[in-house]
């Protein structure tokens, strides 16, 4: 009897051991977010950064070499058409400069007469060649003439075509060039003046005061930029994005500007995206090609001022009813997308097709309905069948 019950009392606590292993070795629930699919609005943007900067910007540089003297001017002062924004005190040129200039201008304006004799000797070839097609043309009615000869006269007409809008082209070069010539007669103009070596600088038109780039009296070279000129009520934004995305915006596409300091978006709208591209070296040192998209205000720009920081969500796709999911549902299954749908407390894996994506949300375009229930943030721990514990 004794060893009977020694014999039980082995098997009870083997047993009992036994039960501890196999409770140990059995998968535990797995604790997980869980989410709904809903229908409703869905935007696709591209979220960027930019900054806002007067329509029409006139910086006014320095013609000539000499002391600039202290700007009167402060940012936002208004000035008219004409007004006196800053004066310049010419450095002394010598003979040799003298000689030098007036000979410059001298060339350039050679030059510009010689493009403008091209444009008439381009002229008069272009209109004899029109009427050389206009007579194969009609000798070709008559079958005079074959269609051989048609064709090269048509072709002498374009070719003297495009020589005339080239001569014409060098003449709007010849007289840039004059332009650029004639600065340096300024300083010799100023020395002339009865002893006056004044340069005065004007406005251009009538705007406000954007900045004051020279403030105080210095020695400046030719061509420094000392005020710029805006009309502050007539702005843009501008926001620089990856070229692969700038192929996606059209003009008129709207725009929502958002952390520029008020609570609610201003619309605006894309008017141009340049066609050049740029080299950007982003925060983490990669260069990347980038394309200034400008945008007009739709709404008004309120207190916003030049160069002020914006974030631009450029709005490339909206729906107002679809089905949709938060994007931390799917993960990728061989060559598609899948979600965990919960079945009896079970993960189920199933696969969806998807169609436009936002940031944080996907548009399902088939696999999942609005009753399925979806596991949010799946690891690699969750497989098929495993035992879900909602969080």
Not at 172 to 177: D, G, K, P, Q, Y
Not at 269 to 288: H, T
Not at 341 to 348: F, H, K, P, Q
Not at 363 to 373: A, K, P, T, V, Y
């Amino acid at each position: 009897m004794k060893k009977l019950l020694t014999r039980l009392i082995y098997f009870l606590i083997v047993a009992g051991i036994a039960a501890l292993v196999i409770i140990a070795f059995l998968p535990s629930p797995v604790t997980v977010e869980t989410a709904r699919p809903m229908r409703g609005a869905l935007q696709v943007t591209i979220d960027e950064e930019g900054e806002t900067r007067a329509h029409d910007r006139y910086v006014i540089a320095s013609p000539v070499a000499g002391r600039l003297r202290r700007v009167e001017l402060d940012e936002g002062d208004v000035v008219s058409r004409g007004a006196v924004v800053a004066e310049i005190e010419p450095v002394p040129i010598d003979v040799k400069e003298r000689i030098e200039i007036t000979a410059r201008v001298q060339a350039a304006e050679a030059a510009k007469r010689e493009a403008e004799a091209q444009v008439q000797h381009a002229l008069a070839d272009f209109e004899q060649a029109r009427r050389e097609r206009l007579r194969a043309e009609t000798l070709a009615k008559d079958g005079l003439v074959s269609a051989q000869m048609v064709e090269q006269a048509r072709n002498l007409e374009t070719t003297s075509a495009n020589e005339l809008e080239a001569a014409r082209q060098r003449v709007l070069a010849a007289t840039s060039e004059v332009k650029i010539a004639r600065t340096g007669l300024i300083a010799v103009e100023a020395e002339n003046n009865d002893g006056n070596k004044i340069v005065k600088l004007t406005a251009p038109v009538k705007g406000q005061v954007l900045s004051v780039v020279e403030k105080s009296e210095r020695v400046v070279a030719s061509g420094t930029p000392v005020v710029i000129i805006g009309d502050p009520r007539r702005m843009e934004i501008v926001v620089d994005v990856l070229s692969t995305e700038a192929v996606k915006i059209k003009p008129g596409t709207p725009v929502l500007l958002e952390g520029w300091g008020g609570d609610q978006p201003i619309k605006a709208k894309v008017r141009i995206v340049e066609p050049a591209a740029f080299k950007k070296i982003s925060a983490l040192g990669v260069e990347e090609q980038r394309v200034n998209v400008v945008c007009d205000f739709v709404d008004s720009p309120g207190l916003l001022g030049d160069g002020y920081r914006v974030e631009a969500r450029i709005i490339i796709w909206e729906a107002a009813k679809v089905l949709k999911v938060p994007a931390s549902a799917l993960f990728r299954h061989e060559q598609g997308w899948s979600v965990f749908v919960i079945e009896n407390n079970r993960a189920r894996r199933r696969d969806v097709k998807i169609g436009h994506r936002s940031a944080y949300e996907v548009e399902i375009l088939e696999g999942i309905s609005e009753s399925d229930e979806l596991v949010l943030h799946p690891t690699n721990q969750l497989t098929e069948g495993a035992e879900i514990e909602r969080r």
